[in-house]
């Protein structure tokens, strides 16, 4: 068994692998990719990992190496991009373009309805915090504080009549 596990070391040995699996390995990746560039740098890679962990392949388990390795390569990729894309989108909230004078007053609004919010009674606040900010349903609310959904129904509606009322006041 430790000459099969050598044999992928010998370069006949590793130029066959590589002829026997490169396309399809490249058609797989392909199909994945969508991309053909990046189906060859995967490609690429995967027979690098493979020259360099040569000693360590049993040779009857080759393609079934060479496959994990390459899937688990455009997986890392793939959570890679997600990852960029979720800095990029949170990167463009925060990013604005909007005027200094704009952000003070969109800053001192947020303080107006933070200092209205903490008017409310204690009731009509957790009613309104639980809906608005844990985005609970009315059902939710009236079992996590025992009462019924028209009690939380009426909370939230005169939280909602006093908040409107106090930020027509200060606008």
Do not use: G
């Amino acid at each position: 068994m430790s000459e099969e596990v050598k044999d992928i070391c010998a370069t006949k040995v590793f130029d066959s692998v590589f002829n026997t699996y490169a396309k399809d390995l490249k058609r797989f990746l392909y199909f994945k990719f969508n991309d053909m560039a990046s189906a060859e740098d995967v490609l690429q890679e995967t027979f690098i990992k493979l020259w360099n962990n040569c000693s360590k392949v049993v040779y009857s388990k080759v393609k079934s190496y060479l496959y994990t390795i390459a899937n688990n390569a455009f997986l890392d990729i793939k959570k890679h991009e997600n990852t960029v894309r979720k800095h990029q989108k949170n990167f463009v909230n925060y990013n604005t373009s909007e005027s200094p004078e704009f952000l003070m007053i969109e800053e001192e609004y947020l303080i107006k309805v933070e200092k209205i919010i903490a008017s409310l009674s204690e009731k009509q606040r957790e009613v309104f915090l639980l809906s608005r900010i844990e985005k609970k349903k009315y059902k939710q609310i009236a079992d996590e504080l025992n009462i019924s959904v028209k009690a939380v129904e009426k909370r939230m509606h005169s939280a909602l009549v006093i908040m409107r009322e106090k930020l027509v006041r200060t606008i």
